[in-house]
């Protein structure tokens, strides 16, 4: 888009209507600062409306119904004694 403008002359050319289109708006804000800042106060009212509307939270419930869980015995420990810790463990915690 450059071409082969030297260095110091380089300048895109969306800059000169962005800077135009720039200078429109701030001088019709500057003139009647009055409507920027009933705009202003309008988004604001916006916002302030419609988060209550968004529910509890912005984040998703984790709802994670699996668990694993890792138990650690004796090595040569038999696998009807490690059922029977396990049922044993679980027993005790619902009590």
Not at 7 to 30: D, F, W
Not at 84 to 89: A, G, L, P, Y
């Amino acid at each position: 888009m450059l071409g082969n403008a030297p260095l110091e002359r380089r300048e895109s050319p969306l800059i000169k209507p962005l800077q135009v289109g720039y200078g429109r708006v701030m001088s019709g804000v500057l003139k009647t600062p009055v409507v920027a800042y009933s705009t202003l106060g309008v988004m604001f009212l916006a916002g302030v409306l419609i988060v209550p509307q968004l529910g509890q939270s912005l984040l998703p419930s984790f709802k994670e119904r699996d668990f694993l869980m890792h138990w650690l015995t004796k090595p040569g420990t038999s696998w009807p004694e490690m059922n029977r810790i396990t049922i044993q463990s679980l027993l005790g915690q619902q009590a």
